[in-house]
């Protein structure tokens, strides 16, 4: 019996999972009761009803255990729950779904040891358990199997960024855009890395190339206005605020770092203030009349110590009568 087989790959960077529309999965075992828990699992997906993706996915594993799509599909179904439970700040849950995604995709590389596509998801998982040599590890075994492959030099760049080694994910990102031009995602994350480089005006190409492609970015224009303001350049810098802000003008932080470059911009061109010139000291302060009356105390005591006891002057001339 013939059957079409799908990978769904997984594109993320924090939240964003798009997975690729239902199709057959190659049956080894079992039949078509595989197949059909597959489509409604991949319906769920769509409909992000994740744990109930799994619940169907999970009988077609009962169906065709060693399938080892159906542990991708179960695998990835468990990722975006773990990313569901940790934007509703559910952390347990967001770990314990991280865990089995990661136990999927370990079956899986187990099952299709020559695949790559296992070790490039799992690489993913790690990256949102923050388990960042992992996912190196990961992405390096993906790239040896699979080859030039930009997802695996992306994600190996969100490793590096997790990792602090900016040269590293620049680089990364330098290939994974050379194999996909089109990915806003490997543009933002380069600008990232380029910032943190100091490389601002590498970083302000990266969100310009983003906007070119997508001008109502708003994320994009509200990163380039604070690497323009990290750049002294304020004018420009509220330029880009108050585009984003017309795209989202609730965004708190964008609100405030614009009145920032406001106030930098004032500040700069206010006039400058004539100096009020200021009163020399008075030659007769109340320290100097002080040293001076005790100057001519010390020499009338010195004057009397040295004419006392000294004897009379013999008069000069006589009135008495020889």
């Known amino acids: 019996m013939k059957t079409r087989t799908s990978l769904i790959l997984s594109i993320l960077s924090c939240a964003l999972i798009m997975t ?59 990722r975006a729950a773990g990313r569901a439970a940790a934007a509703a700040n559910d952390g347990p849950a967001a770990a314990a779904r991280f865990n089995s995604s990661v136990a999927d995709f370990t079956k ?25 040599d992992a996912a190196v590890d990961d992405a390096n075994k993906a790239l040896e199997l699979k080859g030039d492959e930009a997802l695996a030099y ?50 302000i190409e990266d969100y310009t190339t983003i906007l070119q492609k ?10 380039r206005g604070f690497t323009y303001a990290t750049t002294l350049d304020y004018e420009k810098a509220v330029a880009d ?13 964008t609100v405030q770092r614009m009145q920032y470059a406001q106030a930098q911009i004032a500040a700069k061109n206010a006039p400058q203030a004539t100096p009020t010139p200021t009163p020399g000291p008075s030659f007769f302060t109340p320290a100097k009349i002080f040293f001076g009356a005790l100057v001519v105390i010390i020499i009338a005591v010195v004057a009397r110590l040295l004419t006392r006891g000294k004897p009379e002057e013999p008069p000069t001339s006589s009135t008495r009568i020889r």
Do not use: C
């Open 20 to 78: 690729a529309p239902a199709v057959h999965a190659k049956k080894r075992g079992g039949g078509g009761e595989a197949d059909a828990h597959r489509r409604q699992g991949l319906a769920f997906v769509d409909a992000k009803q994740f744990d109930k993706a799994v619940e169907e996915f999970s009988k077609a594993i009962e169906a065709a255990p060693d399938n080892p799509e159906a542990y991708h599909d179960r695998g990835t179904a468990y």
């Open 108 to 132: 899986m590389i187990e099952l299709s040891p020559k695949s790559g596509v296992g070790y490039l998801e799992r690489a993913q998982t790690e990256i949102a358990q923050i388990q960042y």
């Open 154 to 203: 992306k994600f190996r760049g969100f490793a590096y960024i997790g990792l602090k080694q900016w040269d590293k994910a620049v680089a990364d990102f330098n290939l994974a855009i050379q194999k996909d031009p089109n990915d806003p995602q490997s543009y933002d994350r380069r600008a990232w890395a380029n910032r943190n480089l100091k490389n601002f005006p590498a970083a």
């Open 214 to 223: 997508d001008p109502n970015n708003e994320d994009a224009l509200a990163k």
């Open 241 to 253: 605020y108050q585009a984003a802000l017309k795209i989202k003008p609730d965004d708190y932080d």
